[in-house]
């Protein structure tokens, strides 16, 4: 079955701390993978994009890795700012059109 | 370039109303997805409209339908209203790059059931 899981469910840290959230996805065939971010109340919005060939992509203080072998994928953000406090969502792509499979999403929190 | 624009941007409507959302997509995006999220909770797929045509459901009642029309955008339509249909109600159109597929969402309607 055709699964996307995030860890942690939710996250609080410091401004100006580094944090990572990892996906974990057992989609096959894969295409693509896609971290979105969406604020409280809004659309999502993509964060990066990674293909099979692509280890790491960076956006910003936004850095993804992907692991094609092991079926993994993290985000890492660095020197977190109160508005990255949002919800993260990996999305796997299959190759087609209806073969997009979400993950639950990372709360992430920053207090100051 | 235009992105994908819904309406209304929040909704207050009776339980056991009906209530109709609305949809643009990316110009040149022939593919619809409406998605619901309930508040704390992650996407859930409600329908894929393409080319005019439904290709997909969730796992919702029938009360929960839609259509898309000529120029690609759509309606989705939810009848006699339940208070547990209160959600944040995502459209996105997909986009095909040398990547692959991918969504891009709208804002979404908040609709609230009392």
């Known amino acids: 079955k055709n699964q996307v899981e995030q860890s942690p469910q939710s996250l609080i840290i410091l401004e100006g701390k580094n944090c990572t959230l990892q996906?974990?996805?057992?989609?096959?065939?894969?295409?693509?993978l896609r971290w979105y971010k969406q604020d409280t109340g809004r659309g999502p919005v993509s964060l990066t994009i990674m293909t099979f060939s692509e280890n790491t992509k960076s956006n910003g203080r936004y850095t993804a890795t992907l692991d094609a072998d092991t079926k993994q994928s993290s985000l890492h953000i660095t020197a977190s700012q109160l508005s990255d406090s949002a919800s993260y969502i990996c999305v796997v792509s299959g190759g087609g059109k209806d073969k997009l499979v979400f993950g639950a999403g990372t709360i992430l929190r920053v207090k100051s | 370039e235009a992105g994908v624009t819904q309406s209304p941007t929040h909704l207050i409507k009776t339980r056991g109303q009906q209530v109709t959302l609305r949809c643009s997509p990316i110009?040149?995006?022939?593919?619809v997805y409406w998605y619901q999220q309930a508040l704390g909770l992650g996407l859930q797929f409600l329908l894929w409209y393409d080319e005019g045509e439904e290709r997909n459901r969730g796992n919702f009642p029938p009360r929960f339908s839609g259509r898309q029309f000529p120029n690609y955008s759509s309606e989705l339509n939810v009848n006699a209203l339940e208070l547990e249909d209160s959600a944040l109600y995502l459209c996105?159109?997909?986009?095909?790059?040398?990547?692959?597929?991918?969504?891009?969402f709208g804002s979404g309607t908040r609709l609230t059931v009392v």
């Open positions: 996105a159109s997909s986009s095909v790059d040398r990547e692959g597929y991918g969504y891009t």
């Open positions: 110009s040149g995006h022939t593919s």
């Open positions: 996906c974990n996805y057992t989609v096959s065939p894969f295409s693509n």
